[in-house]
């Protein structure tokens, strides 16, 4: 696990997997022994372990655009989520991009941030 939990505590949250957003309550017992309570599917049992065991999320942002008449930023984001310990490390690294136009959507930007298997990708084209 990412994190040192509590044996035998109860945490609850909401599953973001599908629209329905049911509320999971998830026991860490002992041995590290999981226990998920509340999904009304089994996609909800994976999503609590895993937040449970290694979070991880998209990361959004902006990078600058140069030799565009009309945008000054790009929008962006990772192909694949990134641990949720490494996110501000991931943002410095984009923060430190400049693309010139044009772009088309999916082009990467960013190549294997961080050596962590992630691309770093467009998400509008722009034209010079």
């Given amino acids: 696990m990412t994190e040192e939990y509590e044996q035998n505590k109860t945490m609850a949250f909401t599953c ?14 002992e041995g590290n022994n999981i226990k998920v309570l509340g999904n009304k599917c089994p996609k909800g049992a994976e ?11 998209y990361v959004q942002s902006t990078v600058v655009l140069l030799g565009s008449k ?3 930023r790009l ?8 641990p949720k ?21 999916g082009d990467v930007v960013l ?11 467009a998400t509008r084209t722009v034209e010079e």
């Fill in 16 to 29: 973001i997997v599908c629209p329905v957003g049911c509320t999971l309550n998830v026991t860490v017992g």
């Fill in 85 to 105: 310990d490494r996110i501000f490390d991931v943002v410095k690294e984009i923060r430190k991009v400049k693309v010139n136009a044009p772009v088309k959507v």
């Fill in 75 to 82: 929008p962006v984001k990772t192909d694949k989520p990134v």
């Fill in 111 to 121: 190549e294997d941030v961080l050596g962590l298997g992630v691309n770093v990708i």
């Fill in 47 to 57: 999503y609590a372990l895993r937040e449970v065991t290694n979070p991880q999320r």
């Fill in 70 to 72: 009309t945008e000054r």
